[in-house]
């Protein structure tokens, strides 16, 4: 979403929460921009640099092997899907 629309919506939601005099919190996280992607190989080489458990290095990869998804909404669940990208690129 970019930050045009972004700010349409603010004004929208400020606008009409306003009307009522209701209090109104709202947060914007740009996610692509929150966190930077890293080469997994080079993170595992960073822990083991740090001499870290074996254990926990190899669980810390786990998190991003073959890792699956699903979506509920209200009561229905999606199918699972992998996940191909995020903050590791493997």
Same mark, same amino acid.
């Given at each position: 979403?970019? /930050?045009?629309?972004? =700010?349409?919506?603010?004004? $929208?939601?400020?606008?009409? #929460? =306003?009307? &009522?005099?209701?209090?109104?919190?709202?947060? $914007? #996280?740009?996610?692509?921009?929150? &966190?930077?992607?890293?080469?997994?190989?080079?993170?595992?080489?960073?822990?083991?640099?740090?001499?870290?458990?074996?254990? +926990?290095? =190899?669980?810390?990869?786990?998190? $991003?092997?073959?890792? #699956? !998804?699903?979506?509920?909404?209200?009561?229905? /669940? !999606?199918?699972? &899907?992998? +996940?191909?990208?995020?903050?590791?690129?493997?």
């Amino acid at each position: 979403m970019n /930050l045009h629309k972004v =700010g349409m919506l603010l004004d $929208y939601h400020v606008d009409r #929460v =306003g009307a &009522f005099n209701i209090p109104l919190t709202l947060a $914007y #996280v740009d996610l692509k921009a929150a &966190f930077d992607s890293v080469d997994c190989t080079a993170l595992w080489l960073l822990l083991r640099s740090l001499d870290l458990p074996e254990k +926990i290095v =190899g669980l810390v990869q786990k998190l $991003y092997t073959d890792t #699956v !998804s699903s979506v509920r909404v209200e009561r229905t /669940l !999606s199918n699972w &899907f992998e +996940i191909t990208s995020g903050v590791c690129l493997l």
